[in-house]
């Protein structure tokens, strides 16, 4: 099956600062997703990128379908962006999400 | 308006007995999923259906036992509970090629 790994396990910073986090994926994918898990476990969506470039407000995503990559990119981080970030990628049709294990964002004040 | 639920929210139970959790979507979806998340946070898939029908089953333990009694609903039955199945169980859904919407994920502490 499809290996997914996320980079770096463990980050923290302070409020302000912008981080850089990567997926990689070792199969071409049908679907790419990003969520954050908040400190109450909800897992909200991110963004949708299979390919391109996507932003919401201080968050963007670029996934590299080609080079089997995708990047999260948080700009001037908020304690309220701690928590785990996962990607999750669907490949040949398999209808699930197989899971990267997740980075951990902590920012503190 | 919420897009997923499940209930309930927190399952705290003894070893050996049965127990459901419930999920319910109101997003049209024609596929839904069960995932485990343990405690490692660790997230992998355990169950699929689309239109009431299983086409994912993970290697679990036959005391799982998923029922979608229809599209707008899945849910899933564990019998004989042990240690091992404290976790927290998420359910999502999703419209064929696009975004999984997870519900709030039900917290399974087995004593």
């Known amino acids: 099956g499809i290996q997914v790994e996320q980079s770096p396990p463990d980050l923290i910073l302070q409020e302000g600062a912008n981080s850089t986090l990567r997926c990689n994926f070792s199969?071409?994918?049908?679907?790419l997703q990003w969520f954050h898990q908040n400190p109450w476990g909800q897992l909200i969506n991110l963004f949708y990128?299979?390919?391109g470039t996507k932003q919401n407000g201080r968050l963007s995503a670029t996934t590299v379908a080609t080079e089997r990559y995708s990047l999260l990119y948080i700009s001037s981080s908020q304690t309220t962006d701690s928590g785990v970030y996962f990607c999750?990628?669907?490949?040949?049709?398999?209808?699930?999400?197989?899971f990267g294990q997740g980075t951990r964002l902590t920012i503190n004040p | 308006d919420t897009a997923v639920s499940q209930t309930p929210k927190y399952l705290v139970t003894q070893m050996g007995n049965d127990k459901s959790i419930k999920c319910e979507q109101n997003?049209?979806?024609?596929?839904m999923y069960w995932y485990k998340q343990d405690s490692k946070k660790f997230l992998k898939i355990m169950f699929s259906?689309?239109?009431?029908?299983?086409?994912i089953n993970e290697t679990v333990p036959n005391r799982f036992s998923p029922k979608s009694p229809d599209k707008a609903h899945l849910n899933l039955h564990i019998n004989s509970l042990e240690l091992g199945d404290s976790a927290v169980y998420f359910c999502?859904?999703?419209?064929?090629?696009?975004?999984?919407?997870f519900g709030p994920g039900t917290r399974l502490l087995v004593l």
């Open positions: 999750a990628v669907d490949y040949q049709g398999a209808q699930k999400l197989v």
């Open positions: 997003l049209g979806h024609d596929t």
């Open positions: 199969d071409s994918v049908n679907n």
């Open positions: 259906y689309n239109n009431k029908e299983l086409i």
């Open positions: 999502a859904s999703m419209r064929s090629g696009a975004t999984q919407y």
């Open positions: 990128i299979p390919s």
